[in-house]
């Protein structure tokens, strides 16, 4: 099959979505490759044929842009913005590129989705291509057999693909599917859902309303599961042996279907368990990078996601489960095919650095998944960030700082990264530190404990309160919520009953290490 043209594109989505502003070559030009214009990242030498997205480019600074991309031999541009750019449009003819305009309010993100996704269902120069990509060549084989237009759908009425066979008939109905990647949802729509699920074969559906064309449809069935369905758009042409070529689409498009998820599903199990040797630093750095896709020394950092300790064991599994799908639905969604693994109960995902402020994006994202996961799953969701590391051969330390930061996570705080508490995480090292060590667990904080214990007193509070402010008396009676004389009393009879010597700052820095960290006292209101 040729290469696709922009003939094609511009047949599949038209208007609304796209206008030709000038094509100096003409509509046959192939396309090879969608791609996105990045301001702050080199240009590409050489990209015959492809269409570049003009992010962020204004119409005056078309100009130059066009020249680079004339020089990289690519087929042409897409600008946003429909009126008022002649500028553009004299820079395009004059290199001899296509443009092509968006509609103001076309996100691009969707756009590439939409382009790419028509221009991927085309096979490569060794034929053939990926499950998904090979569903788009199919529907192209049953629109041309069939006589109509053909969309793929999954059992979720999400449209997987579509033909792109020059002059059948659409309706606005397939545009907004496509352009929206999923059927739109209406008490109507289900019926004939209802019905073409229940059928054994193709089945015709009427026009919901008078804008619309009729449906040829059939189920995309395996086994007894549903896996989808295929539908061509009746048009009043379609072949006398339509219904026969459909079900052999459906048929076909099962075993792509099939294909794809045990593709997918071994895909992501190779990465889940790479990234648990990553992670435990049983594997080889170098190793895991190429095939991650990842530099061996590009900066990464690992973000691990906990579910709230009162979820009970059975149904923690489960819900375990879900986190990942959700953890790593968001994360390929930013960064593509991504790294995510279920391990010792917690979700780790590898997060790559791109660009500056890598760090706060991290932050934004891991904050954006634990919002949309605890109201998904209906169960609070925490999460920690390691360090940033230059390169996989450090992963294991920012492994393990995440889970640091996830065991001092205060009560109100379910985000955080390791640069934030730190002081917390240290403080947390020393306490394991001491606790392994007998002449570091002895000292006047156990006779302070325990002559609380025995009489009532409020002294190792107090104390660990006092130290906290600065050995500063009215900031310690503010976080007691206690009179300043009432504190100088507390400490004054500390010193007598339990000799402690507060004038020695030796003695005063090992109390408050070993108040705060080997018995778990805090400040008032910290």
């Known amino acids: 099959m040729d290469a696709c043209t922009l003939e094609e594109l511009l047949d599949t989505f ?8 000038t094509a100096p070559a003409g509509l046959t030009a192939p396309v090879s490759e969608i791609l996105l214009y990045d301001a702050g990242a080199p240009f590409p030498r050489s990209a015959s044929g492809a269409l ?10 078309v100009g130059p842009l066009a020249c680079d991309a004339a020089a990289a031999g690519m087929a042409g541009l897409v600008v946003r913005g429909r009126d008022g750019q002649p500028e553009a449009v004299t820079a395009a003819k004059a290199h001899g590129l296509a443009l092509l305009a968006i509609d103001e309010a076309a996100a691009w993100h969707h756009v590439h989705l939409l382009l790419a996704s028509a221009v991927g269902s085309r096979p490569g120069p060794a034929g053939g291509g990926a499950a998904f990509g090979d569903l788009f060549t199919l529907a192209n084989a049953v629109a041309a057999a069939v006589g109509g237009a053909i969309v793929v759908e999954d059992a979720r009425q999400r449209i997987l693909a ?7 008939a659409v309706d606005e109905v397939r545009r907004q599917g496509i352009l929206g990647r999923q059927v739109p949802s209406s008490p109507e729509n289900s019926e004939q859902y209802r019905v073409l699920f229940a059928a054994p074969g ?17 189920a995309i069935r395996a086994g007894g599961e549903t896996l989808g369905s295929v539908w061509a758009v009746d048009d009043g042409h379609l072949g006398p042996d339509a219904e026969e070529a459909l079900a052999r689409g459906a048929s076909t498009a099962a075993l792509l279907l099939l294909r794809a998820r045990a593709s997918e599903e071994l895909s992501r199990h190779v990465t889940s368990d790479l990234l648990r040797r990553l992670l435990d630093g049983t594997t080889d750095p170098a190793g895991a990078a ?11 950092r690992v973000a691990a996601f906990a579910l709230d300790g009162t979820v009970s064991a059975p149904d923690g599994e489960q819900t375990a489960l879900r986190l990942l799908d959700l953890v790593r639905l968001q994360c390929e969604a930013r960064y593509g095919r991504h790294a995510c693994v279920l391990a010792d109960g917690r979700v780790y995902a590898l997060l790559p650095v791109a660009g500056e402020g890598g760090g706060e994006r991290h932050k934004r994202l891991v904050e954006d998944i634990v919002r949309r996961a605890g109201r998904a799953l209906r169960v609070p969701v925490r999460a920690g960030l390691g360090d940033l590391v230059a390169g996989l051969a450090a992963v294991r330390g920012s492994r393990d700082d995440a ?3 996830l065991r001092v996570l205060g009560p109100d705080e379910d985000v955080a990264a390791v640069t934030e508490v730190r002081a917390r995480v240290t403080l947390l090292g020393l306490r394991e530190v001491m606790c392994g060590q007998r002449e570091l667990t002895e000292g006047a904080w156990r006779e302070v404990l325990a002559y609380d214990a025995e009489q009532g007193t409020e002294y190792a509070r107090t104390l660990v309160c006092w130290l906290d402010a600065g050995c500063d008396m009215a900031r310690a009676a503010k976080l007691l919520a206690v009179h300043p004389n009432t504190c100088r009393y507390r400490l004054r009879q500390a010193r007598q009953h339990l000799g402690i010597d507060l004038d020695d700052p030796d003695v005063r820095l090992v109390l408050w290490l070993q108040l705060r960290t080997l018995g778990g006292l805090r400040g008032a209101g910290r």
């Open 202 to 218: 193709p089945v015709r559906l009427a026009a919901l309303d008078g804008d619309e064309l009729p449906r040829l449809a059939v």
């Open 52 to 61: 570049l997205l003009a992010v962020g480019v204004r119409a005056g600074e």
């Open 14 to 21: 038209g208007e609304p979505m796209f206008r030709v502003l």
């Open 290 to 300: 190429h095939r991650l896709g990842l530099a061996p020394d590009a900066p990464v």
């Open 403 to 405: 889970d640091l930061v």
């Open 162 to 168: 579509y033909s792109t066979v020059p002059g059948q």
